[in-house]
């Protein structure tokens, strides 16, 4: 079957599309659900621009194929802001100088929801782990990393 | 000490939100009514002459709209910087010259058919021997590269001072060394992306992410002979250009897509492509020799540089002369004799990447030094403070020496923030080595850089409501200068930041600012903006002396408010003024003309210095970043986040140079197409500590003292980590990047 | 058209089923980190893929006594988390942890891992130095091969038509043994191995070498068991000199090519540097 209708949920929202078997996720968010925010930089995993939330993990979006995502969870940088507030999150990356191009941001905004979810207080080490899978060249990460810091010691 | 309300904090960025929530759009992101997709049709050889080109099966097709060749193009097909010898498409009859050189255009209603197209495109090539090395181009006999060109050379340079023969008859000790540079990739992660179309009045609109745009309008004019009337650029948010995107890039073959097919199209290069296309930073071998007492003060500096410049050679005439004068760095030397060639080859294409030229130099400069300070057994800082450039002193390179020399200084700093060596523990088999480096890196003070000639515009209203909007023709690539105008806008006309737009980077709606390049737009559209906002500042002072019965030279500008020195009593607010202002006609919006006051200069310069501990394991040669520090003088720092921001990302953009970055080119062929084989550094590569540190010596002619910054933190950082290598185990690097099978070799013999 | 059906198998028999009609010129898709590559590169072609994900019956690390059964769908990041892993096979734990990168670990299984006979294959050093055995399944029945004999050449396993590779039993690493992994790539992580290593010994009382499993992966063909090396440990105190004697050994057994990553000389003098400082941490 070359063909297939999916529903998945996407930012908290049930969505139903007719996709093609060889598309990627990626390109089905971007394409069809015209969500750009997560962006394409490679297209082979590795450079984790296309990361997204897929039933909570960070995933190459890229290396998905959009079938796959049939029943499940996608998470995007879309559904990150909480009504009409930013998250804690994309207020801390503003605080510390932690945007410059803003290619990779999302992609480090979604991994990073993710990680203070399952790790409170992260240290330096665990964040650098963390975002390790996701390519920024403007920034040098430090201050990518003082923001992430930054939020796990707020939910304290 | 006046007290700044934006100037000099680190307020956040104006662009941020659309950044953290996914809303910015990049060019890749636009989407148009109508809008087709295109794929370029790039040669399958690096030198080939292209004998046939059936488009027939691409163009029957379901769902292709067109395919263009060469003789699809009205004007010369032909531009380029400086030269315009880059053709546009190469037809049938004629050679490539690199794997970027493009055959054919696919514009089809969907990017799969696109692809589909571009694969039943069918040439014939002539395949030919490329040149693939500046040696082979150089020598008897070698095809030329661009007709004409004797020996390959696109271009030289010969740097003179004093008497190099005295200088080395007076040392009582020579070092020499030949160094290699890699090919190094911007390696951005928005690839170049861009969306054309033409409307219904016949003009043109581009949107693309780049760093000139009014470059682009040249060349779109010289090749498609669009009248430049008819052609709008406007600069997307650019992710990442580092001096990749700074040339034209895709943005011909962009326009030529639309122009001729007649319809908006979108044209994206996947990652490959893009490692293909736009030119890297120049591969160089430098070959440096030094001469200096026992005492350590430096006689003679004499080197060769032999750059490979690709095919086009775009900017290495800019970009070698940096190279040349860098070598003599921040450093007072006597006798100095040093030459460049640029040679045109059928590799990769070069051109600028952060640091313009001095990170080579810097490279074989620092390099050099400390090799000189362990044959003299002299501690190397000493010796290199032995030789710094001292205030008053005259530069030998040509940069405008008018800035304080604040080496001292900077030595100083870096040296409180490195601390003391890091105490070693015997038999642990890792050894641990610092190093050292300074520079005086440039940054453009002027408009054009061929003759310094022109000024550089900024346009800025201000709004009856208190709000102003800036229009300035430099690009935001994510280096802050949005953020850094809006500062200075705010400031100088008592506004709130949020109440201020900043327009970049459109040929229609701001004023001719040159390149975002160099370092530049702190300083050259500080300036203008500065004399635009003064202006405005007038207007309203004159008003707001009328309404308020004094004489203007007594009012100020105070948070938001026009009011008189020294007065208790309640000023006008901006607004009110602005209106009055606004309902009477008065000219509230302004332009700022900046033009450097002397011709000679192009460049300005700054001091830097970096330093890293390293420590080297000693049975399998890996190696760690344990600390790196840069501190850098460039005056008064605009935005202190912001300006850490540069510092950090070049830095670990130097550790990728020195440690682990080679986009590997071989007869011609890229061997690492991809980001699995050319390794930028990860969040895990960082090095365990990391500083960034200003001191702020103003420059006079600086917008608040300003200075550029962005490019500099390359130039010596990665000879501060080679040289620290160097210093844990006593080895020479003369090739970058250094592998740990190097070290392994190395400490073995 | 799509380049590729898509199938989504309810159960193995299922898989099997469709696995054994040659017609459908199908493949399993499990994490797609490197058969999605593969197929966009033009590197291969298929007509069908079969999603395995979901599929309940390989999907699990299940603790079955003196081994580990690890189904063949299990993602790299539950192999990283597990605890039970962490304990038995803590030098496979390592492995799975340092791979790729976090987005690859939470979709590359290690069924795929070992399928694409990659020479430089993460979890297979580990797992060939535990003596994993693979079941795999088809139509015909069941059957069990050494992870060694399944290895056959780069890119090349010697799984059968129509066979399902559905789960890998790992023998536990007994009490006393000392295991570790060393990942040897040019950055610390979205790496590919230049080389990499996985060993595990175990001393008696008196330090004496009882037992020691070498095996070096991404410098040969296939990962393969350095029994030169181990033979020079075995039965010996190991000293530093030994240490290095067994090191230059696994350099000498080793196969190396010469690539733009690097030459054989210089891979072979990361053998050496490597293999001493695995054995170094074992005997610590």
């Known amino acids: 079957m070359s063909r297939h209708n999916i529903v998945l949920s996407v930012n908290g929202k049930r969505t139903s599309l007719e996709v093609e078997s060889d598309r990627s996720l990626l390109d089905v968010i971007r394409e069809d659900l015209k969500l750009t925010g997560t962006k394409r930089g490679c297209d082979n995993g590795d450079c984790g621009a296309c990361t997204v939330l897929l039933n909570g993990k960070p995933v190459n979006s890229c290396l998905v194929l959009a079938v796959q995502a049939d029943g499940q969870d996608v998470s995007t940088i879309e559904g990150v802001a909480l009504d009409d507030e930013l998250h804690p999150i994309q207020e801390a990356f503003i ?12 992609a480090m905004i979604m991994t990073a929801k993710v990680l203070i979810e399952e790790t409170p207080q992260p240290t330096r080490e665990e964040i650098k782990k963390a975002i390790s899978g996701t390519l920024c060249r403007c920034t040098g990460y430090v201050q990518i990393i003082d923001a992430i810091q930054s939020c796990g010691q707020s939910s304290k | ?52 080109i059936d488009t027939r099966s691409a163009e029957s097709l379901a769902g292709v709209k067109k395919i263009i060749t060469a003789k699809d193009i009205q004007g010369n097909n032909l531009y380029g910087y400086y030269i315009p010898h880059r053709p546009a498409l190469v037809g049938e009859g004629e050679e490539t010259r690199y794997l970027g050189d493009s055959i054919a255009l696919v514009v089809a209603e969907t990017y799969a058919t696109a692809c589909k197209a571009l694969k039943l ?75 054309a179309f033409v409307d219904e009045s016949g003009i043109l609109h581009i949107y693309s992410c780049l760093q000139d745009p009014y470059d682009v309008v040249e060349d779109i004019y010289l090749a498609l002979g669009i009248p430049k009337s008819k052609i709008h650029v406007k600069a997307t948010p650019t992710g990442g250009a580092f001096g990749g995107k700074l ?29 293909i296309f736009h030119p890297k930073r120049h591969p160089d071998e430098i070959r440096i020799k030094i001469g200096a007492g026992r005492d350590g003060k430096i006689h003679a500096l004499e080197a060769e540089v032999i750059s490979d410049a690709g095919p086009y050679a775009v900017r290495t005439h800019e970009v070698l002369g940096l190279t040349v004068s860098a070598l003599v760095g921040p450093y007072s030397l006597p006798n100095v004799h040093l030459t460049g060639q640029g040679i045109y080859t059928n590799n990769l294409d070069s051109s600028a990447f952060r640091g313009f030229g001095a990170p080579q130099a810097g490279v074989a400069r620092e390099g050099i030094v400390e090799k000189l300070a362990r044959v003299l057994e002299m501690d190397s800082l000493f010796l290199r403070q032995k030789n710094f450039l001292k205030s008053g002193e005259e ?37 641990v080595g610092r190093a050292f480096g300074f520079d005086m890196p440039v940054f453009d003070v002027s408009a054009i850089p061929v003759l310094c000639k022109s000024g550089v515009g900024i346009a800025v209203e201000l709004f009856s409501d208190a709000s102003a909007s800036v229009y300035a023709g430099g690009t935001e690539l994510g280096q802050g200068s949005t953020t850094m105008l809006a500062q200075i806008v705010a400031e100088e006309l008592g506004l709130q930041i949020n109440k201020v737009f900043v327009e970049m980077g459109d040929t229609w709606t701001c004023p001719r600012a040159g390149r975002t390049s160099a370092s530049r737009l702190t300083y050259v559209l500080g300036n203008a903006l500065l004399l635009a906002t003064e202006k405005i500042r007038d207007t309203l002072i004159q008003r707001a002396a009328k309404m308020l019965e004094t004489n203007k030279d007594e009012l100020i500008f105070v948070d938001g408010e026009i009011k008189a020195k020294g007065s208790s009593s309640k000023g006008l607010s901006l607004q009110e003024i602005a209106e009055v202002c606004s309902n ?45 520090v840069n501190v850098h003088d460039s005056g008064k720092v605009i935005n202190p986040d912001l300006a850490k921001g540069q510092l950090y990302g070049g830095s670990i953009q130097a550790l990728g140079y020195a440690l682990t970055e080679d986009l590997i080119v071989q007869d011609g062929k890229l061997m690492t197409p991809s980001f699995a084989e050319y390794l930028i550094p990860t969040a895990m590569d960082m090095p365990e500590e990391f500083v960034a540190d200003f001191v702020e010596t103003p420059y006079p002619t600086g917008p608040y003292g300003a200075k550029g910054l962005a490019e500099h933190s390359l130039n010596t950082t990665t000879p501060a980590i080679l040289n620290a290598i160097c210093n844990a185990v006593d080895i020479d690097i003369c090739t970058i990047p250094i592998k740990p099978e190097y070290i392994l070799e190395n400490i073995r013999t | 058209m799509a380049s590729f059906d898509y199938i989504k198998p309810t159960s193995l028999n299922n898989l099997i089923n469709y696995v054994s009609q040659a017609k459908l010129e ?43 059964r690890i189904g063949a769908a299990v993602r790299m990041r539950e192999i990283a988390d597990s605890n039970v892993v962490r304990d038995s096979l803590p030098f496979l734990c390592m492995a799975a942890g340092q791979m790729g990168s976090p987005q690859i670990r939470n979709r590359a299984t290690v069924g795929g891992n070992i399928s694409s006979a990659s020479p430089c294959a993460d979890s297979v050093p580990p797992l060939m130095a535990a003596g994993a055995k693979l079941k795999l399944r ?142 170094e941490v074992l005997t610590s």
């Open chain 3, 26 to 68: 199908g493949a399993i898709l499990a994490g797609g980190t490197d058969l999605l590559n593969k197929i966009r590169s033009g590197l291969i072609t298929k007509r069908a893929l079969f999603d395995i994900s979901d599929l309940k019956e390989i999907s699990a690390i299940a603790d079955e006594g003196d081994n580990l």
């Open chain 3, 138 to 279: 088809s139509q015909d029945g069941d059957r069990e091969v050494s992870l060694e004999n399944f290895m056959k050449d780069a890119g090349q396993t010697s799984i059968r038509d129509h066979e399902v590779l559905t789960d890998i039993i790992v023998p536990k690493l007994g009490v006393g043994c000392r295991s570790h992994f060393c990942k040897v790539g040019r950055r610390k992580a979205l790496a590919i191995s230049v080389i990499n290593l996985a060993g595990w010994l175990k001393t008696d009382p008196t330090g004496v070498v009882k037992d020691v499993k070498i095996v070096l992966g991404s410098v040969a063909p296939t990962a393969f068991r350095a029994k030169g090396a181990e033979a020079v440990l075995k039965g010996t105190i190991a000293t530093r000199s030994i240490i290095q004697k067994a090191a230059k050994k696994a350099a000498e057994e080793s196969s190396p090519i010469s690539d733009i990553r690097g030459s054989e000389k210089e891979r072979r003098l990361l053998v050496e540097a490597w293999t001493f400082r695995l054995i």
């Open chain 2, 1 to 52: 000490m006046k007290k700044f309300k934006y100037v000099g904090v680190g307020v956040n960025r104006v662009d941020a939100i659309g950044k953290v929530t996914g809303e910015t759009k990049y060019a890749g992101d636009i989407k148009l009514p109508g809008m087709c997709y295109g794929k370029i049709l790039l040669s399958a050889y690096p030198r080939a002459r292209v004998l046939r």
């Open chain 2, 584 to 628: 009477e006609g008065l000219k509230l919006r302004e332009e700022g003309w900046f033009k450097f006051p002397e011709d000679r200069y192009m460049y300005g310069h700054t001091f830097m210095a970096s330093a890293a501990d390293v420590e080297v394991d000693l049975i399998t040669g890996e190696i760690k970043v344990l600390k790196l």
């Open chain 2, 395 to 431: 530069t030998i390179s040509p940069v405008l020496g008018d800035s304080p020399v604040s080496l001292d200084l900077l030595k100083d700093r870096i040296l409180e923030k490195m601390g003391p060596f890091p105490e070693s523990t015997p038999d642990t088999g890792k050894r």
């Open chain 2, 121 to 195: 495109i069918k040439v014939d090539y002539e395949i030919l021997t490329p040149l693939t090395s500046p040696q082979a181009a150089m020598a008897k006999g070698a095809y030329q590269v661009h007709d004409g060109v004797e020996g390959n050379v696109a271009c030289n340079y010969e740097l003179i001072h004093g008497d190099i023969k005295t200088g080395f008859d007076a040392a009582e000790v020579m070092v020499e060394q030949t160094y290699c540079t890699s090919r190094q990739e911007q390696a951005f992660l928005e690839t170049e992306s861009g969306v």
């Open chain 2, 247 to 275: 040339n034209t890039t895709i943005q011909v073959q962009l326009a030529a897509m639309a122009y001729i097919a007649q319809v908006p199209v979108q044209l994206v290069l996947d990652r490959e492509e893009s490692f």
């Open chain 1, 95 to 106: 605080e510390h100088g932690a945007v410059q191009c803003g290619f990779c941001t999302p």
